[in-house]
Structure formats: C-alpha cells, structure tokens
C-alpha cells in the first residue's frame, strides 16, 4: 500500500510555470508505475502524464507534450511535473496516482487502472 501527497500547485500567469511534487509512503514505491492526471469541475479526468516504475518510459498527452516534463526520484519516493508555457487550458485540480506494476512493463494512461489517489492539488493559470 502507498500514500501518495501532492504538493506545489497554485496560483500562475499563463506563460508561466509550476512544479508539483508527489511524495509516496511505503517502501515499495519502485514497484509502480506513476502518473498525474487533472479535472475541472464538470468534466472527466483527464490523463496527463506516466512514468514507469524505473523511469525508462515516459508518456504525456498531446495537450502538454513539449511544455511538462514528469521525473522521479525513487531514493526520494516523490515524482515531479514540471509544467511550463502554462495556459488557462490548464487550470485543473492535478492528482498523481500509482499503479502497482512490479513485473509488467506496461504504462496505462487510464485512470480506472491506477490503485491509489493522492487527494489533488489545485493549479490555477490566469490569462
């Protein structure tokens, strides 16, 4: 099992940029794949960003490909999403979610397949 808190999110200008922070609990936290999602009210979660268990692959959707770049730090236990060109499109409440993947080398994107949730961070961008 894995606790999972966000931190980092606030208030930016568009153009701007913002670093969000996952920290993990447990001591297994290289056995799972990891990923950050967003929603705004009204709309489903959308998937923003993967990394398998090692950091060997790496995926995002096309809406943020160029402009973040997720990382982790397993000695740390704590993923990074750096966001940068950032737009109002962007405004969301950002999760990170684990998924437990100690022998596959599958990364999913779908949220249904994640275990576990941090409680979200709120990124607001301001034209």
């Known amino acids: 099992q894995v606790q999972l808190v966000e931190s980092g999110g606030g208030l930016a200008q568009a153009g701007g940029s913002l670093r969000l922070s996952c920290a993990a609990s447990?001591?297994?936290?290289?056995?799972?794949?990891m990923g950050w999602f967003r929603q705004v009210p009204g709309k489903e979660r959308e998937f923003v960003a993967a990394?398998?268990?090692?950091?060997?692959?790496?995926y995002y959707a096309d809406s943020v490909k160029g402009r973040f770049t997720l990382s982790r730090d397993n000695a740390k236990k704590t993923v990074y999403l750096q966001m940068n060109s950032l737009n109002p499109e962007d405004t969301a409440v950002y999760s990170c979610?684990?998924?437990?993947?100690?022998?596959?080398?599958?990364?999913?994107?779908?949220?249904?397949?994640?275990?576990?949730w941090g409680q979200g961070t709120q990124v607001t961008v301001s034209s």
């Open positions: 990394i398998s268990r090692g950091g060997d692959k790496i």
């Open positions: 979610a684990a998924d437990w993947s100690p022998y596959s080398t599958v990364v999913v994107t779908s949220p249904d397949e994640y275990d576990y």
């Open positions: 447990g001591r297994t936290f290289s056995g799972y794949n």
